[in-house]
């Protein structure tokens, strides 16, 4: 089962002495709620049209949060385990039901949180910095090479699924995943393939079909336009 600590309710705003039962309905499916875009849906366009984001983000990630959020209310010994402490620990979790709620909509959560992130305005997204270009270029070769390795496994992934760069053990790894797994489900995703990820893209159908129908390689070419090195820079920092 899972390891379980309760700094819970606090968050949520109640009062002082807060145990699971006395909560109202609705701050229970408040646990997790659907984070604001940092940037217009249309900031991104061209390379990412406002229809796709307000969709992506308004209805599929929305979507992701209600199903966790009821997957979650009966079990108020869960609550307020936060998200990235629940993607390490689904694999214990003996319950099948639940399990698979927190892997695919507890991911689905994680995921895009993070891809959200992972972009800005053009203008705005900066570019690589010294400390990642030069872990770049250790790892793939050059930065040329990295994209091109990147996009080949965001290609190659059939069906559903992201791909991933991760730092693992302070080295750079390229991975792909499956629906919505990530490289921080332990006991789901393989060993070799787990690390904290620095940059993410999603690419389901979801992510692009609006605007560029099958042409999943037209949508990874653009999406270059729009990634938040800044913020890539920064989680490679820590
Ligand atoms: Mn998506």
């Known amino acids: 089962m899972l390891d379980i600590h309760r700094r819970t309710f606090i968050k949520l705003g109640t ?27 249309d900031a991104l ?18 979507a992701y ?13 869960l609550a307020g385990t936060s998200l990235d402490a629940l ?9 099948e039901t639940l399990k698979a709620a ?3 909509n507890g ?24 400390k990642l270009l030069a872990a770049i270029n250790t790892a793939f070769g050059s930065l040329d090479e990295f994209k091109k390795l ?5 290609m190659k992934r059939f069906g559903s699924g992201w791909a991933w760069l991760i730092s693992q053990n302070g080295k750079l790894k390229i991975v792909s995943t499956a629906n919505q797994d990530n490289p921080l489900m332990s006991g789901i995703v393989a060993a070799n393939e787990l690390g904290p990820p620095l940059l993410a893209l999603d690419v389901w159908e979801h992510a692009y079909y609006l605007h560029y129908q099958n042409r999943r390689a037209d949508y990874i070419t653009a999406w270059w336009n729009v990634v938040n090195w800044n913020a890539v820079n920064k989680r490679f920092a820590v």
């Open 15 to 41: 009062a002082a002495v807060a145990l699971p039962g006395t909560l109202s309905a609705a701050e229970k499916t408040a646990q997790f709620t659907l984070p604001d875009l940092t940037y217009a849906a």
């Open 87 to 95: 993607q390490g620990k689904i694999s214990a979790v003996s319950d």
């Open 65 to 77: 949060i209600a199903k966790l959020n009821e997957a979650l209310q009966a079990r108020a010994d």
């Open 107 to 130: 991911g689905g959560h994680w995921n895009h949180s993070f891809f959200w992130s992972t972009m800005a305005p053009s203008q705005e997204a900066g570019k690589p910095g010294e």
């Open 102 to 104: 927190l892997r695919n």
């Open 150 to 154: 990147f996009a080949e496994a965001a």
């Open 45 to 62: 366009e061209p390379h990412i049209d406002a229809r796709t984001m307000g969709i992506h983000h308004g209805k599929h990630h929305a």
